[in-house]
């Protein structure tokens, strides 16, 4: 069976795994209070070119999200999002769960524009009726998206200036970050990202890691007591080490970089492949999502071979499926795939 | 001041209060543990010809919405509502602080389309991942809407099917019940209310009441405990007769029904006197609310003498107003505002 | 029958259902933003002797303390009380339910120690895990206690100075307030609460109003966006006049001092004649309730004619029931009831 | 550095990396649905010697806390426990933040006692009020408890005993479980854990993994849509493959009760080593953590040498310290912190 199902179906790239078991029997602090964390720490901060950013580091996206969300947000505040975000869809509920609004925006490619932000913004506010309504405390946006497609940097500027008017955070799920700065043709980079964001994270669970996530809070803006905080929801590893050895080992020589570019490389020659093959891509995505329009009879074959996720059933006699690449995917498994169409 | 603000503007209705204090030094027990509470209940049993109705008084609607929702659903459902509902827009996150999402659909003049609703619930069973998603667990519609909009007995009995072939309770929400029923069109009786809801409230604080609303249970299905969570949500009143004594005489010789008229067809007099007068109407409503498009010259003009509601702002030079009437709206009122026009 | 089973039995004192029903049908805005909440809130101020209070009118006594606590705490934040507390023992769970624990101290006759308060401070910040608890972020008392005892001057002023050293408010349930500040013997005046507390109220259900408490602020503490969070909690009331209108009849002319001292009288005519006729008394309570100690004996001949509550069961042959009187009680219910012991 | 401070200070036992490697590049489906926690499940349930059990694997001992308790309570119930327990004292009110209070009763040595349980239960139902409290729902109790101390068979039988007269279910938190089951003299069994308890988790943290927990149901009671309820929570990890390999390992060849085993003999060799050199032991305790009360001067003189953790303040010049044991300690590091007593 070929996988292509998710970019979460392999372990740990080597390195990490290697870095793992020789600090193994190494005795350290917990609870992210270690050598290890505070060595991750500084490399990311060095990746980022940013001495003071504040890092911290949680187990999963989900759990990221709602930790941030909850902790950013005052009582009566909610998040907007783009109505197809993961937060909005995908979570189970996780941010309502802790007492905040989902406020859905509509979504083109799965991008919040910042056109329909602004003109959300300003409707809320010329209400009369206002202090009736959650106030929205803060903006999440994913870069890649749910559907593998990215901002471009006057897109992120446009957002983050509008944030800055209306002075609400704005807050980067970068669950597959790797895969969206390495993209071929994307104007954003890693100083973009700083610099329009008040919070993000660099995902590690999708981009080699076994799991773990760094948040990244770019303006002094940690919540007091966060170490409680995240206790409180029982995101709190005792052994932090295990995130730290990881994303040391992630952000040492650019490994985050090379095999995010790596399953960059796997996924456009997967899309090359499609589109050869006359298979029509449901979105033009740059990363390493790619969404294709399956017939019934398609779906049947390939899936007799090759691993594969549902997306969504646009209608009675197709079905969008999505074929993910990652850091662990091989050239041979495109290649078999690619014999398979 | 000519006051159209809304219908919760003046008291209650001189008979409630003559109720409260003709019974007012009699001893009774607290927590709506006493005779007038089972004697209201007894007259609402009557009035929707059902005896085996569950009925509960609790103090106001954002109440009720919150207490019903966050009771009746299990951890992991949402709550599915127009997208223009009061519980997604009006209720300062009250049901997403109880932990449960409200999923939002499109709604035309504020109703919930019985398609709609079957198509988003067709298309949730069939994603493979939506034990990723929250789970519907609840319908939730208004009845008048917040436009002032009526379900026909068709569209009722269409939702409710939909409703039960998903196993999903249809909650009712009748802040504005009366006017609802008693609009001079409507095919909507009693009798479809209670077939086609598994819970509903009839709401006295919009109709005649200082406060308080008789939440309905039709299918025996009040929760385990009721007076715990009630009490657990700081809903639970004291002096429980207050609300008792209020429905007691609200039902007693047809009075909420009688007042209920009156409301309409002050409402319906307003109607024709904007009509005649050439002022747009935003939306046609058959009830108590009627919603006028003012350009900016008008809205300052009667501003002076008439108190009405801000509702949205389709343009730069236009608003749209809401005029309310109630039980408590006198025929000189509408005279008056309608010479002013 | 005669009634002395709670302060909440009867309706309004007559002169609050008479205001109610002068005003009736005057048009005021909802939510509290209306003419009559002003007023009562200026009577208060003065009543109080500081014209600077914050002051906000909610429904119940639970619900004032959910709201309270649940928007003054900080997320990590839990409350500290008496293990006797109303927050601890009998509001079903609703403080938790709000996310924030309840640290409850021991506690003689109902009364929380400044002593215990400040000797579980010092432990909890010398304690090198404290992050891994909630922080103490507020200290909850009632005045009277839940068993009637009162607080003196030095003893308030005391749990005040702990609370100001650590940097945590004060907050004083005053379900009951007016039966503690006309006690016969009490030290502690107007002054002394507000001096102490940040944040207290003033109980209207259980002191001669159908519903309504009055939340007093005595910091320029009250929470951003309070109306928001209110709603929020479903505690919102629409008609907002209708406690404003109960609130300024309280404080008219003195009437909750009034009718307070009136229900302590009849409370230590019912201590004397629980003592002459050698009934033990199981507190020594100056307050509006008294708890008596009856055989099973004595207590199935009483319940024949007598509504009184169930307190707690010392052992099997005994039980303490709670006697309590009110401004509704009248001095010939007193009169008879001793004729039946 | 000799380091006793707790028992996650290193990373895994190295069998346990072992398969984390070897399996790495092995394509899974994500979020437990995976070969690796098929086989683990397995292997818990031959080693617990039933067939039907369910089984769960979650990150760490305060998330399983929570996720049980929250997902196994309804919305008005409450968890009863010791005051010393977990859940009561170090989770950063992690359970009163999913709306749940703890009924913290009186322990001795960290056990909670049946009849002090038998009693509170016994009140609580006779209090005629008791619908205005929080209903007992579930019991936690952990073993070894939080002072190492260990509940016999009978103890546990009797407090299964109570639980299954008020049909309450009893879960046992067991983060250190194998530390538990591998004392001396201990008379309790994997069977009699799985005879007397609803739901308990086996701790992979502390006992040999980088992370993980097995959470078991013994009487098919795994809530429904626990999956879902799970990742609402924020704790449903992508990769549950590396929870399932590590208790695979854990479980094979019997390598978590070896593991335990050894670090038992350290802790005893440790406690006679201060036994030996006239150390108080604060605590009896037959598990790996030891607790020892110190003099201001031990304890600056050890503390340049040894990790310890500080666990209370019994006076001005003392102070307990607990020293722990694990799967990694070695002997020669127990030899050299005897020689620096």
Redesign the interface.
């Known amino acids: ?1 070929l ?1 292509f ?2 970019d ?5 790239h ?1 390195k990490l ?1 290697k870095k ?2 020789a ?8 609870y992210g209070d270690d050598a290890a964390c505070a060595s991750a720490k500084e490399k990311i901060r060095a990746a980022f070119h940013r001495d003071d950013l504040q890092i911290c580091f949680l ?9 941030v969300i ?2 950013m947000l ?3 505040e ?1 998040v907007v999002a783009a109505k197809t975000g993961h937060v909005s ?6 941010i ?7 406020i ?1 925006l509509e979504a083109a490619d799965g991008k919040l524009d910042a056109g329909v932000l602004a003109a959300y913004l300003e ?1 809320y506010y ?4 206002h ?5 929205p405390g803060m903006v999440y946006i994913s870069h890649p998206t749910e559907y593998g497609t990215l901002y471009s940097r006057a897109e992120l500027d446009a957002l983050s200036a509008v944030c800055r008017r209306y002075e609400i955070p704005l807050y980067l799920d970068g669950a597959r970050l790797g895969y969206g700065l390495m993209a071929y043709d994307t104007d954003v980079g890693v100083d973009d990202i700083v610099r329009c964001c008040d919070v993000f994270y660099i995902g590690g ?2 981009v080699g890691a ?2 773990g996530e760094a948040l990244v809070l770019t303006r002094q803006n940690m919540p ?2 966060f ?3 995240i ?9 932090g ?2 995130l730290g050895m990881q994303f040391d080992a992630l952000f040492t020589d650019g490994l985050y970089w090379t095999i995010s570019r790596h399953a960059i490389d796997m996924a456009m020659a997967l899309k090359a492949a499609f589109r050869e093959k006359g298979y029509p891509l449901y979105i033009d995505s740059p990363t390493n999502q790619q969404f294709v329009l399956l017939t019934d009879e398609q779906m049947a074959r390939l899936g007799r071979d090759v ?1 594969f ?2 997306w ?2 646009p209608d009675a006699e197709h079905t969008v499926v999505r074929f993910a690449t990652s850091w ?1 995917t091989r050239p041979e498994d495109v290649e078999a795939l690619k014999a398979l169409l």
Do not use: I, W
Not at 59 to 67: A, D, F, H, S
Not at 126 to 129: E, F, I, L, R, V
């Open positions: 069976m996988y199902m998710s979460y179906t392999e372990g740990a080597p795994l793992l078991c600090e193994n029997l190494v005795s350290m602090p917990g187990t999963g996206g989900t759990q990221t999200n709602l930790v909850s902790t005052r009582r009566y909610a869809v995908h979570e189970a509920g996780a309502e769960y802790t007492g905040h609004k989902v859905e409707t010329a209400d009369a009726n202090e009736h309504m959650p106030f669970t999708k076994l799991c007091a007591h170490l409680t905080l206790k409180q929801q029982g995101a709190l590893l005792a052994k080490r295990v691993a996720s549902f969504e059933k662990a």
